[in-house]
């Protein structure tokens, strides 16, 4: 295994971690399922992958996904 980490994929999983946090709170509050598991995932996702360019087309695509579904 390698604990070689690149500070730009640190940072992106960092940031979508934070607004993963937001989409948990927002759903919470409005008692919608799909932001807070959408939430749930963008707080996971970046411990399973080091490659930034899926870091940032998995976030963009769950960041989008309440948008695209209306509970």
Same mark, same amino acid.
């Given at each position: 295994?390698?604990?070689? =980490?690149?500070?730009?994929?640190?940072?992106?999983? %960092? *940031?979508?971690?934070?607004? +993963?946090? !937001?989409? =948990?709170?927002?759903?919470?509050?409005?008692?919608? %399922? *799909?932001?807070?598991?959408? +939430?749930? !995932?963008?707080?996971?996702?970046?411990?399973?992958?080091?490659? %930034?360019?899926?870091?940032?087309?998995?976030?963009?695509?769950?960041?989008?996904?309440?948008?695209?579904?209306?509970?």
């Amino acid at each position: 295994m390698d604990f070689n =980490i690149n500070s730009t994929v640190f940072v992106v999983g %960092l *940031v979508t971690s934070i607004i +993963g946090t !937001a989409y =948990i709170m927002y759903g919470r509050k409005q008692h919608s %399922l *799909v932001p807070m598991f959408s +939430g749930a !995932a963008l707080c996971a996702y970046p411990y399973f992958t080091d490659n %930034l360019m899926i870091l940032l087309g998995v976030g963009l695509g769950l960041m989008a996904l309440p948008l695209l579904i209306r509970s």
